[in-house]
């Protein structure tokens, strides 16, 4: 009886940490596995497995020992990646189930698609993995809750044809989100901005909000003023809703150019930073008492940070970002959105374009080292510090090859996974585990 409870507690310690849906178990950004390499020393971390996938910017999900991945298949059509905007591609989405130890595939479902979006490079949303359930929605509206063992479909729904809605111009783009019984996507259609369905049944519990289009921004989760409010970022402003019901509790005004609502909210104690494209940023200050917020700054051209591929991450009186618009990382005072520093080294190729836009960088915070392990559009997984003085990188490897386009230049677009003390990276070609442990070496 000793042994078997030993066995038990030991594989609970040895057992990595999940990455069960996009930026990790509590959606925001920080890795706290333990046992992870705090520098680069002689030896570059190894490539543990890599496996062949398709088109996609979606990012992986690790869950139970299993590795969730999205994409697109072309049957019809000529496709060379980037903006083809007007142009019509037929194929199979897919998502995929690889076994995290080997990246051997255990199943896959998959259903016809014709895409009429920009940039059809495949779907765009991580899938959220929980109870049992794989909850996904694909760039042309195709939300799916499956089997997470065996990827039997459980339900669906077609978001276009259901609510009378038009794909957004650059695809259905918003992470599900997961919370008690319910789930809830961004959909589009009048008074149906968002939308909670039964996690296990599909059933629509409420709908709320309406707009001419639906954006981007995936449902964020927070809890304060005494209350939990569900954040919903859509073209016409920033609503705080009661997750039961969908009533709303308040609304800040924040219009994106393009209607590109998209980077999701980011909270530090009792502040939000929320910034999209056209230089529209703010920080909103939360009422403490109850649900309730006010505007502190607007950013001017001058100053903050305008994201858009990637989150930023709020930490010490900064928010740190990637500027759409400059592709730098920025260091931004939280104070009144004073720029601090500025390098575009983590998020563009030395050889990139001049003034190129739209240069990405996924931050992704280790907690316990307090270091940050950055993904490049350029294919390489970074290991760096950044503070309020500057930015230090501690060592790169080069993990993938960029195989899209975009300005003039090959890319990576797509948040990877940090779990199972690994980074799990996808490109348009293949997906690969490449292993961060302490002592571990290159290969």
């Known amino acids: 009886m000793r042994t078997v409870l030993f066995l038990v507690v030991l594989a609970a310690v040895c057992r990595g940490d999940d990455w069960p ?46 590795v969730y991945v999205p994409d697109f298949v072309v049957t019809e059509g000529e496709f060379q990646g980037g903006n083809q905007r007007g142009k019509v591609l037929k194929g199979r989405e897919r998502i995929r189930c690889l076994d995290a130890g080997t990246g051997r595939e255990i199943w896959t479902h998959d259903y016809p698609v014709t895409y009429t979006i920009a940039y059809p490079s495949g779907p765009r949303v991580t899938p959220t993995v929980q109870d049992g359930l794989v909850h996904f929605v694909g760039a042309m509206g195709n939300c799916r809750a499956l089997d997470a063992a065996t990827g039997e479909l459980r339900w669906k729904h077609d978001f276009v044809s259901e609510y009378h809605t038009e794909p957004p111009r650059w695809g259905f783009a918003a992470h599900p989100l997961v919370h008690g019984d319910l789930v809830y996507h961004i959909v589009g259609g009048e008074g149906s901005i968002a939308v909670a369905f039964d ?35 859509y073209p016409a402003a920033l609503a705080s809703l009661n997750p039961a019901t969908g009533r709303q509790y308040w609304a800040v005004s924040l219009k994106p150019r393009f209607a590109i609502s998209n980077t999701m909210p980011r909270k530090l104690g009792s502040r939000l930073y929320v910034s999209g494209p056209g230089k529209v940023a703010a920080m909103i200050e939360l009422n403490d008492a109850r649900p309730d917020a006010k505007v502190l700054w607007r950013g001017t051209p001058k100053n903050a940070v305008n994201t ?8 010490d009186g900064v928010v740190y970002g990637v500027d759409a618009e400059t592709s730098e990382l ?12 500025a390098t575009t080294r983590p998020c563009l190729a030395p050889d990139a374009p001049p003034r190129a836009r739209h240069g990405t960088a996924m931050l992704v915070h280790h907690e316990a080292n307090g270091q940050f392990w950055i993904f490049s559009e350029t ?27 975009a ?13 199972m003390k690994s980074c799990f990276a996808r490109s348009d070609q293949e997906i690969v585990r490449v292993e961060l442990a302490a002592g571990t070496s290159a290969r």
């Not at 599909?202 to 939990?228: K, N």
């Not at 970074?382 to 993938?400: C, D, V």
């Not at 890319?411 to 779990?419: E, V």
Request: charge should be neutral.
């Open 21 to 66: 849906q996009w930026l990790g178990e509590r959606r925001d950004a920080v890795w706290r596995e333990e046992g992870i390499r705090t520098d680069w020393g002689k030896e570059k971390p190894q490539i543990r497995w890599r496996a062949p996938v398709s088109w996609g910017y979606a990012g992986p999900a690790v869950a139970d020992g299993r």
């Open 308 to 315: 858009l591929n990637s989150t930023p991450h709020l930490m």
């Open 330 to 341: 920025r260091a931004v005072s939280m104070d009144d959105g004073r720029i601090l520093w």
């Open 379 to 405: 294919g390489d997984l970074i290991l760096a510090e950044l503070s309020e003085e500057g930015y230090r990188e501690l060592g790169r490897r080069r993990i993938l090859e960029p195989t899209n386009e």
């Open 199 to 233: 996690k296990k049944s599909g059933e629509e519990r409420w709908r709320a909000l309406d707009a001419d289009a639906q954006g981007y921004c995936p449902p964020t989760l927070i809890e304060h003023g005494g209350v939990e409010q569900l954040l919903i970022w």
């Open 407 to 419: 300005y003039g230049r090959k890319i990576i677009w797509s948040q990877p996974a940090f779990a």
